[in-house]
């Protein structure tokens, strides 16, 4: 089993910058796609940013030029720079970890709040 616990949610001003950060737990054996999503109110969960195992990265059109996805290379730990963060950035955010055995895991979400 794999665990995924994310931090670094809060409250922030729009223009400001947050660091989000997942630490995976359990029986990793590689990675395809490690990543971050986030749901806003009233809206479906979208992809922000994901990173694949052979450190491509894919953004949201919303967020590019942004924010930066990183992780590591075992697949144990995936963090998500955002800066200039703007009221729209305000969603829960899950952390996303797809194994090589095209197992899906997600955490359970930290909430950012941006304020105008």
């Known amino acids: 089993q794999v665990r995924l616990v994310e931090s670094g949610g809060g409250l922030m001003q729009a223009g400001g910058s947050l660091r989000l950060s997942c630490t995976a737990s359990?029986?990793?054996?590689?990675?395809?796609?490690l990543g971050w999503y986030r749901r806003a109110p009233g809206k479906q969960r979208e992809l922000v940013a994901r990173i694949t195992e052979g450190g491509r990265t894919n953004y949201a059109e919303t967020v590019r030029g942004r924010v930066t996805i990183s992780g590591d290379s075992a697949g144990t730990a995936v963090d998500l720079q955002m800066n200039s963060l703007k009221p729209e950035d305000t969603a829960i955010y899950y952390c996303?970890?797809?194994?090589?055995?095209?197992?899906?895991?997600w955490g359970q979400g930290t909430q950012v709040t941006v304020s105008s």
């Open positions: 359990g029986s990793i054996r590689g990675f395809n796609v």
């Open positions: 996303y970890l797809q194994t090589v055995y095209g197992i899906d895991y």
